[in-house]
């Protein structure tokens, strides 16, 4: 399994002509690396993540998934390796029943029925989302739907997790289980956020984005409690950090 | 507002329905297909006058509902806005059908009977497709459509609409609600800022329209396993429904059952 990799070179791309929302991204990670995307609202986090699925077609430099450059005809092959978790969970279902949401992707890539129904269980129990099995998706809660939307992804069984702020919607407990799900996930994972605290729990390294470019990489510990680096590209300490490195703040 | 909400929760009802485990959900989606075209076919081709035969044809949408559990009073409501339109459709016929025919000894005027017949056949057809549909989910009705070498695209088509619908309906539901909130005691919504909200509307529907088709995608969605997720097997089971169906239906619109099984009883009565 040692081909497992992302690799991105001097990526740039604009959703308009003369407008480059990402300027010259280089990105390498591998094996079983877990990555934090940190950056302001508006960064380029999630175009970033769009581009190495291969959602834009029509973007300049190097994007290779596991050694496979990212290109129309490749794109089935490479889809079927990565686990997308949208930003906006309402997007990401469009079934009838969680459970027909969960089956889709691996009915989809034609397994047997029953090994369909094990996925679809296997991944229901990974998320303590069980209950929701046979509810409709439109009468989810936003949280609940955020759990489905985790649960078709892992259905998948994919080589390399990509999430867009999935943190996002979540409550206490279910935030906590998520970073278990996260820890639990052995292989490649990419996580896209400003939850700074759910970053420093589930990714050893960090890679700061401001504005399309990439600022800083390296490990997380060191990224996320540099105060002045984070306040200067419009973040912030994570909470857990805030009261013990400066107490009380004044304002 | 409670119409947009309405809407949506109807459409994903008929979802639900389709989605149930009855034994008539199970069966082969393509031989469902085909009996109701079959269906469709016989009915539409019915003589104008022949309402007597056609009651006989009623029996299969009546075995779908049965078969089905499917609630006739809701069928009804769900085809609220089609079933008056069919029936209306013979009206015509009264006024310019002015041929007398003879039945059961008394003098009736053709035209109501032709009109009756078509109201009869309307209401037959639009019942057979709602069985089809209450008893089909989408994914393994496009299956049978694929089967039957519908083009892709159509079929694709199709099925990204009926996606398309639902979304757009969600999004309007929220823009409601959004304008509605921040414009307390305001009975509907303002003519002025109609064109803005269709417009948005429109581009927010078609937004999210793609983030679903992206998402599709992403899962796997149009690769060579495509259509394969309606995929059922085909069983002893479907066939042999296939051919009790296709045999009653041919029956009852070849001979005339109804008046033979008169007759019969009649004769034994005597
Ligand atoms: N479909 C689009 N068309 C045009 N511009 C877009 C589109 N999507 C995003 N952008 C622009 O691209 C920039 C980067 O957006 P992106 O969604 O990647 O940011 P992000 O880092 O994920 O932000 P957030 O933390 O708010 O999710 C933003 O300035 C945004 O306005
Ligand atoms: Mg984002």
Known sequence: ?251 | MKGIDGAVYEIHGMAALAARDKWINRIHPLVKLLLTLGYIGAVVSFSRYDIIGLIGLAVYPVAGFLLGDLSLKEGCRRMRFVLPLVCLTGLPNLFLDRRQVLFWGVKVGAGLFSMLTLAGKGVLTVFASYILIATTSLDKLCYALRLLHVPRALVTQFMLTYRYVTVLLEEAGRMVQAYTLRAPGQKGIRFKVWGSLTGLLLLRGMDRAENVYQSMLLRGWGTDYGYQKGRVPLRVWDILYFLFWAGIIAVFSLCPVLPILGDLIGGILI
């Not at chain 1, 990402?22 to 302001?40: D, N, P, Q, T, Y």
């Not at chain 1, 175009?47 to 794109?75: A, F, H, M, N, W």
């Not at chain 1, 996002?168 to 052995?186: E, K, M, T, V, Y």
């Open chain 1, 1 to 251: 399994m040692s081909h497992i990799r992302i690799d991105v070179d001097d990526l740039f791309f604009g959703y308009e002509k003369e407008n480059d929302i990402l300027k010259g991204i280089s990105f390498h990670a591998r094996e079983s690396e877990s990555v934090g995307i940190i950056g302001e609202n508006g960064a380029g986090k999630s175009t970033l993540l769009k581009l190495l699925v291969g959602l834009y077609g029509q973007y300049r430099g190097c994007i290779r998934i596991e050694d496979i450059p990212v290109e129309k005809s490749t794109l089935s092959v490479i889809r079927s390796r990565i686990g997308y978790v949208f930003q906006d969970s309402e997007s990401q279902l469009f079934m009838n029943t969680v459970y027909e949401d969960i089956a889709f992707a691996p009915r989809n890539y034609g397994l047997p029925e029953q090994e369909v129904e094990k996925r679809v269980e296997r991944a229901l129990k990974m998320t303590g989302a069980e209950r929701l099995k046979e509810k409709q998706i439109y009468k989810l809660s936003g949280g609940e739907k955020k759990l489905a939307a985790i649960a078709t992804v892992l259905s998948m069984t994919p080589d390399i997790l990509l999430m867009d702020e999935p943190s996002g919607a979540l409550d206490p407990q279910n935030r906590r289980n998520l970073i278990r799900i996260l820890n639990s996930f052995g292989h490649l994972k990419v996580i896209a956020s400003h939850d700074l605290d759910m970053v420093l729990d589930t990714c050893q390294r960090a890679v700061l984005m401001y504005r399309g470019r990439i600022v800083k990489d390296g490990p997380a510990e060191e990224i996320l409690t540099d105060r002045e680096l984070l306040e200067a590209h419009g973040l912030e300490l994570p909470l857990c950090l805030q009261g013990r490195s400066g107490g009380l703040r004044k304002t």
